[in-house]
T-cell receptor
Framework: AQTVTQSQPEMSVQEAETVTLSCTYD???????LFWYKQPPSRQMILVIR??????QNATENRFSVNFQKAAKSFSLKISDSQLGDTAMYFC??????????????FGKGTKLSVKP | DSGVTQTPKHLITATGQRVTLRCSPRSGDLSVYWYQQSLDQGLQFLIQ???????AKGNILERFSAQQFPDLHSELNLSSLELGDSALYFCASSLTGENEQFFGPGTRLTVL
């Protein structure tokens, strides 16, 4: 069974600074996807970024980028130029690639990020 | 707005009762997923449907059931409710099992 571990329950960062959230996962699969989701106080789950395991290049989305280390089974999220609106719970998630219609996310426990003015 | 809709937003009921949560996926998405978020268990996958058929099952209790209708909307039925069933229930949708999932706003269930 796959597991996802987020070792930092809470973090804080000053506005405009950079912060990195950690995530490790355990799997025997070679073909999978990794995601970061953001859950602000509104409780809506918002997709931040996606990484395919077969791609060596790290995914980026504007101020958000990942450091994907497949051998180490590590998938950290870097947020640059932090903004107050980045304050949220961040979840790392794993999804095995079944190659078709099946798919389900396995989530970590989350990291609560506070951006301070 | 993700394009996924869930009703109702909030539901308060008593132990032993039965409730139905409804989800409409994004236009064009064939796959619907149900997740439960609670303080104890975190975010857990319950069940997935693809184009009307069950595709994957997670930690879903026998008291819970779901289905996906021909118009692709889905319902999650929770029966013989217990206090521990109080949680935020999310529906998500995707085009196929390989695509990213987009979440609805959730239904907050409170069992008293």
């Amino acid at each position: 069974a796959q597991t996802v571990t987020q070792s930092q329950p809470e973090m804080s960062v000053q506005e405009a600074e950079t912060v990195t959230l950690s995530c490790t996962y355990d799997t025997s699969e070679s073909n999978y996807y990794l995601f970061w989701y953001k859950q602000p106080p509104s409780r809506q789950m918002i997709l931040v970024i996606r990484q395919e395991a077969y791609k060596q290049q790290n995914a980026t989305e504007n101020r958000f980028s990942v450091n994907f280390q497949k051998a180490a089974k590590s998938f950290s999220l870097k947020i640059s130029d932090s903004q107050l609106g980045d304050t949220a719970m961040y979840f790392c998630a794993f999804m095995k690639n079944y190659g078709g219609s099946q798919g389900n996310l396995i989530f970590g426990k989350g990291t609560k990020l506070s951006v301070k003015p | 707005d993700s394009g996924v809709t869930q009703t109702p937003k909030h539901l308060i009921t008593a132990t032993g009762q039965r409730v139905t949560l409804r989800c409409s996926p994004r236009s064009g998405d064939l796959s619907v997923y149900w997740y439960q978020q609670s303080l104890d268990q975190g975010l857990q996958f319950l069940i997935q449907y693809y184009n009307g058929e069950e595709r994957a099952k997670g930690n879903i209790l026998e008291r819970f059931s779901a289905q996906q209708f021909p118009d692709l909307h889905s319902e999650l039925n929770l029966s013989s409710l217990e206090l521990g069933d109080s949680a935020l229930y999310f529906c998500a949708s995707s085009l196929t099992g390989e695509n990213e999932q987009f979440f609805g706003p959730g239904t907050r269930l409170t069992v008293l």
